[in-house]
């Protein structure tokens, strides 16, 4: 069966510039999460959703991210006045919910902020 | 604030050596453990995982195993293959269905 997708692939944009990126998760997975995996580091934690609300939105760097899933399904994450820090990839994990479920990741969108 | 550690952060052997991966954690009161595998430009793959009541799992060529009363878990890959070159990443959850805590990963080279 299809896996996690996400959107686009890679996104280069300019600093200052708005950007959106996609992730349709594994079809029935009512969990899904958002981390960021700078160059030689491992994917920190950004936002988790159960459902359609942000059941915790600690990792979000400022104010300037936010994210939305609100049919419960296709998330997207969307980072306002991009700075070059942002530069990063973007991974988006899915699960069922289940207390002893692996989380599934997608290939994550290589955003560079020029 | 909850750290998990890998070591060492690269490492390279010839093919068919035996080898460990080591990942030490901070807070041992886990909910699971997980091994990941990332390739190059790649999402991770999900290679083990070992609930907190467990103490090793194995899949293949790959045995986990895990001591949270003293914040540690190797992964061994025995007969190393060049296919085996990736990032091999460590991640703890503190409880069900939670925001996994990743060490910085590492990268194997399995040399032909």
């Known amino acids: 069966g299809a896996g996690v997708s996400q959107t686009p692939s890679n996104k280069v944009t300019e600093k200052g510039k708005y950007v959106e990126l996609r992730c349709d998760p594994i079809?029935?997975?009512?969990?899904l999460y958002w981390y960021r995996q700078s160059l030689g580091q491992g994917p920190e934690f950004l936002i988790y959703f159960q459902g359609t609300g942000a059941a915790d939105d600690s990792g979000l760097p400022n104010d300037r991210f936010f994210a939305v899933r609100p049919e419960g399904s296709v998330s997207t994450l969307k980072i306002q006045r991009t700075e070059r820090g942002d530069s990063a990839v973007y991974l988006c994990?899915?699960?069922?919910?289940?207390?002893?479920?692996?989380?599934?990741f997608g290939p994550g969108t290589r955003l560079l902020v020029l | 604030k909850q750290e998990v550690t890998q070591i060492p952060a690269a490492l390279s052997v010839p093919e068919g050596e035996n080898l460990v991966l080591n990942c030490s954690f901070t807070?041992?009161?886990?909910?699971?453990l997980q091994w990941f595998r990332q390739d190059p430009g790649k999402g991770l793959t999900s290679l083990l995982l070992?609930?907190?009541?467990?103490r090793e799992q194995t899949s293949g060529r790959l045995n986990a195993s895990l001591d949270k009363s003293s914040g540690r878990s190797t992964l061994y890959i025995a007969a190393s293959q060049p296919g085996d070159s990736a990032t091999y990443l460590c991640a703890v959850s503190y409880s069900g269905n939670t925001p996994l805590v990743f060490g910085k990963g590492t990268r194997l080279s399995v040399i032909a």
């Open positions: 807070d041992s009161a886990i909910y699971n």
């Open positions: 994990a899915s699960s069922t919910g289940g207390r002893r479920e692996t989380q599934y």
């Open positions: 079809s029935g997975h009512t969990a």
């Open positions: 070992i609930q907190s009541s467990q």
